[in-house]
């Protein structure tokens, strides 16, 4: 198992280019996320989705949006990229087993710079 | 808002002795608490969860949780340079179905 994959690991942007991160996992989970890791900021939720067919905002969804393509692939666009948008983007994935324990997977992560 | 706080350090303990990673949360009703390991340039890992008051034991880790005063504590028994990383705390809020918020994390730093 490949566990949680992540394209591209690197990235460089100018202002106002777009691009797509696309993130797969082969755990069968339900819920996938998106991260952005910041120095002094930790992890912040951009979106998640709970199961295939919704997509819900986390803390931090503005300048980006997603897309649950199936079970397996949760994919987070950038329309418009500014440099407030720098930052390590992580894809994680995680299923709800018997009781509440919620264990997160997590990519390997794709480190975006914006010009 | 919903908040996980830690220290993000460096804290710096000596190889063999007891680290201490400390984190409050604003939610009273929280119910699941959880340990990651981030090593610098990579992506975090899970170590350790704990759901009720009270110590959680898994080999040189150990949780504790006090819903009462609403922190949770990680201790590392017989530190080695290799558990220099960084640690996140992260909570899943009452509510929150499984959205985790994470702290800031504390950097660990073992001395050899």
């Known amino acids: 198992n490949a566990g949680v994959t992540q394209t591209p690991k690197f990235q460089v942007l100018k202002t106002g280019q777009s691009m797509t991160l696309q993130c797969a996992q082969d755990?069968?989970?339900?819920?996938m996320y998106w991260y952005r890791q910041d120095p002094g900021m930790g992890l912040r939720l951009i979106y998640y989705?709970?199961?295939?067919?919704?997509?819900d905002k986390g803390e931090v969804p503005n300048g980006y949006n997603v897309s649950r393509l199936n079970k397996r692939e949760f994919s987070l666009r950038l329309e418009s990229a500014a440099p407030s948008q720098t930052s390590v983007y992580f894809c994680?994935?995680?299923?709800?087993?018997?009781?509440?324990?919620?264990?997160?997977?997590f990519g390997p992560g794709t480190r975006l710079t914006v010009l | 808002q919903k908040e996980v706080e830690q220290n993000s350090g460096p804290l710096s303990v000596p190889e063999g002795a007891i680290a201490s990673l400390n984190c409050t949360y604003s939610?009273?009703?929280?119910?699941?608490f959880f340990w990651y390991r981030q090593y610098s340039g990579k992506s975090p890992e899970l170590i350790m969860f704990i759901y009720s008051n009270g110590d959680k034991e898994d080999g040189r880790f150990t949780a504790q949780l006090n819903k009462a005063s609403q922190y949770v504590s990680l201790l590392i028994r017989d530190s080695q340079p290799s558990d220099s990383a960084t640690y996140l705390c992260?909570?899943?809020?009452?509510?929150?179905?499984?959205?985790?918020?994470f702290g800031i994390g504390t950097k660990l730093q073992v001395i050899p």
């Open positions: 939610d009273r009703g929280s119910q699941s």
């Open positions: 755990m069968n989970h339900n819920s």
């Open positions: 989705s709970a199961s295939e067919g919704t997509t």
């Open positions: 992260a909570v899943i809020f009452s509510g929150g179905y499984q959205k985790v918020t």
């Open positions: 994680a994935s995680s299923g709800r087993l018997a009781g509440s324990y919620n264990e997160q997977f």
